[in-house]
């Protein structure tokens, strides 16, 4: 059975590991959206900062190494370049609150490479400004 679904007005964000983002060479990997199921955040249930208190000690320990920053987007732009895409696909953000993050929502499509270069390049990205690198 679906989940509720997130607002188109509101924002959500992606956890960006470093192994995803490097600022100084611009390169982005799909893999930030690439995937089923993936897991974003509602910005209108917690801030940025709440969120990268919650997110570090998550998911800093993963294999594409600590969080740097978050993704962020709002959900009827994300549904857009989902139909205009070239291979157009219905997407959806679900609520699925967590008890140690009850902003967390997750796109359930099975996002192609293609269609998350397409929306990675649509991302604002926020720098933990807790980190030095």
Do not use: C, Y
């Not at 600022?23 to 509602?42: C, L």
């Not at 219905?90 to 359930?108: F, G, M, Q």
Request: net charge neutral.
């Amino acid at each position: 059975m679906p989940r509720p679904e997130v607002s188109l007005k509101e924002n959500i964000v992606r956890a960006i590991h470093r192994a995803w983002w490097d600022e100084k060479e611009n390169r982005k990997e799909s893999s930030i959206f690439k995937g089923q199921n993936i897991s974003v955040s509602r910005l209108s249930i917690l801030s940025i900062d709440e969120l990268f208190k919650i997110l570090h000690p998550q998911l800093d320990s993963s294999p594409n190494g600590i969080v740097i920053g978050l993704g962020e987007i709002n959900v009827r732009r994300l549904k857009e370049i989902g139909r205009e895409f070239v291979n157009p696909m219905e997407l959806s953000v679900e609520k699925d609150p967590l008890p140690e993050n009850p902003a967390h929502a997750e796109i359930p499509q099975k996002i192609t490479r293609g269609l998350a270069k397409a929306i990675i390049k649509e991302l604002d990205f926020h720098k933990d400004k807790n980190l030095d690198f």
